[in-house]
């Protein structure tokens, strides 16, 4: 196998998606453009990969990280000009050379890696991806001479009528021997009606040289697929949620109605796990086993363990033991921690909160920056009374205890194992073991007085 590099171009600011976001920082199914076409060559042994930004260079860099090199192009001159950029880093070496566009999200690793493969049985010095398009409108045809060996690619806008007929595309996928690609590249010219230097020319003139150029035939067109605009960018969600459906399906996840589920593709869910209707997974969330993730529910960063249940509920950046049931209208944030058969029911807020085995809050309940043992039952309409306007202080609550209905909590607090708040306390100081605490105004029965009220009730 010779030297493999790859050059990603995700310079333009894509002004047809008419956004504020550079066009490869939008997303298909929760991951940029940009990710998902460094994912299609992360595992395919590249020796270097160098992505060529532009428009929006710094937000770029930082969504990829330490996954690539970067080369600057200052003026976006057309795709040709764009690899130019990445001349210092490649000029000279031998090897293969890849060339992606940044907004092609849908291609796989598989089509690429056979794409190489191809290019470097046939010892071709150049092979473009091609597809068929039911509808080629915008994207470059390819032109086959007599012979059906390719002639050259023409854009649309410089196209006759009769070439616009041809629905063979460009994918924007290319391979090229490396010494060759920078040699030629000096040689492409803006004489067209974009007045843009076209990577695609670079194909003609290394046929004009009487080298060897291939193409490399890719069966799924949506695989070539372009996002130029939101109209794309929605179809290619489509068709990537899809994929990350139909994968889930295959390995033993159940969704009742695969048009309507979101998974992120870092997502990971185990068998027998069933998804309703209208559930989001975003992130890197991880499903357990057997569990029930009912409608409407949002996960984010999720570890939700087996046999748990939720129900309309939103939950990030948080862990739920084995055997939970969240819901409905729960919201867990911030890393809450709940152990094993834990009961967050309606309307009740977690934040940074840990739970220990089948402790319950069953209703209505802010807890924030609290922890609550074992066992231990939060009553409906519980408050931890968390923070003062500056600072965020913390509720313990131990194993076993009971805490009544509308108590506030006002932290900083521990409360023992065994103890018992009164329903309506106001807690203001710590509870030893096995206390009960009650704070609340005596009542007082004044027999036949309702009726003396002028308005007969008060
Ligand atoms: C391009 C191809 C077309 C192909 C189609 C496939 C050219 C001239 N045309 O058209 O043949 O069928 O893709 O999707 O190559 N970019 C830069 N710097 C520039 C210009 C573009 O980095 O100066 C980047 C863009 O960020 C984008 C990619 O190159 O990621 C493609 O550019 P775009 O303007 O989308 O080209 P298309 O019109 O789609
Ligand atoms: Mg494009």
Redesign the pocket.
């Known amino acids: 196998m010779k030297n493999r590099y790859a050059v990603i171009?995700?310079?333009?600011k894509?002004t047809r998606m008419k956004s504020k976001l550079y066009?490869?920082l939008h997303k298909v199914c929760d991951r940029t453009m940009v990710e998902l076409v460094l994912d299609s060559i992360s595992n395919l042994d590249m020796k270097e990969v160098v992505t060529?930004v532009?428009c929006g260079a710094e937000q770029v860099k930082s969504v990829i990280g330490d996954r690539s090199k970067f080369a600057l192009?200052e003026q976006?001159?057309?795709?040709a000009?764009?690899v130019k950029m990445a001349k210092d880093e490649l000029v000279g070496k031998k090897g293969t050379t890849i060339v992606i566009?940044?907004?092609?999200p849908l291609i796989t690793s598989e089509t690429v890696d056979s794409m190489l493969t191809h290019h470097e049985n046939t010892n071709a010095k150049a092979t473009v991806l091609t597809s068929f398009a039911e509808n080629p409108f915008?994207?470059?045809r390819i032109v086959r001479d007599n012979g059906g060996k390719l002639l050259k690619?023409v854009?649309e806008k410089d196209a006759t009528e009769e070439e616009k007929l041809i629905k063979e595309?460009?994918?924007?996928i290319y391979c090229f021997d490396n010494e060759l690609l920078f040699e030629m590249i000096e040689k492409v010219k803006n004489d067209n009606n974009q007045g843009?230097y076209?990577?695609?020319d670079v194909l003609s003139l290394i046929r004009q040289c009487g080298e060897k150029i291939e193409t490399y035939l890719c069966s799924d067109f949506d695989e070539t697929f372009?996002v130029?605009d939101r109209v794309a960018l929605a179809y290619a969600e489509k068709v990537m949620r899809s994929r990350i459906n139909t994968k889930h399906m295959l390995n033993g996840v159940t969704l009742v109605d695969p048009e309507s589920t979101y998974i992120a593709p870092d997502a990971i869910i185990g068998c027998d796990t069933t998804i309703y209707p209208n559930v989001t997974i975003k992130s890197k969330t991880i499903i357990g086993e057997d569990c029930k993730i009912k409608p409407n529910t949002f996960l984010e960063n999720a570890i939700i363990g087996n046999g748990v249940e939720i129900k309309n509920s939103t939950i990030t950046n948080s862990k739920v033991g084995d055997y939970s049931v969240i819901g409905p209208y729960a919201h867990l944030r911030d890393n809450c921690e709940l152990k094993e058969k834990v009961r967050i029911g309606n309307f009740v807020e977690l934040k940074n909160s840990k739970y220990g085995n089948n402790a319950k809050t069953a209703h209505l309940s802010y807890l924030g920056d609290a922890e609550v043992g074992s066992n231990t039952n939060i009553g409906c309409g519980t408050i931890t009374v968390n923070y003062d306007g500056k600072n965020k202080f913390q509720t313990k609550i131990g194993n076993d205890t009971f805490i009544g209905c509308n108590s506030n909590l006002i932290a900083p607090l521990e409360i023992g194992n065994g103890v018992v708040v009164a329903a309506g306390t106001t807690v203001t100081k710590n509870i030893e073991d096995d206390a009960l605490a009650i704070a609340r105004v005596k009542q007082e029965n004044k027999q036949g007085y309702a009726k003396k009220l002028p308005s007969g009730r008060q």
Not at 9 to 12: D, F, I, T, V, Y
Not at 76 to 79: N, P, R, Y
Not at 101 to 104: A, C, K
Request: charged share 10%; net charge negative; proline share 3%.
């Open positions: 171009l995700a310079a333009g894509g066009k490869v060529v532009g192009q976006q001159l057309g795709t000009h764009a566009y940044g907004d092609t915008a994207y470059g690619i854009e595309i460009n994918s924007g843009e076209y990577l695609p372009g130029n």
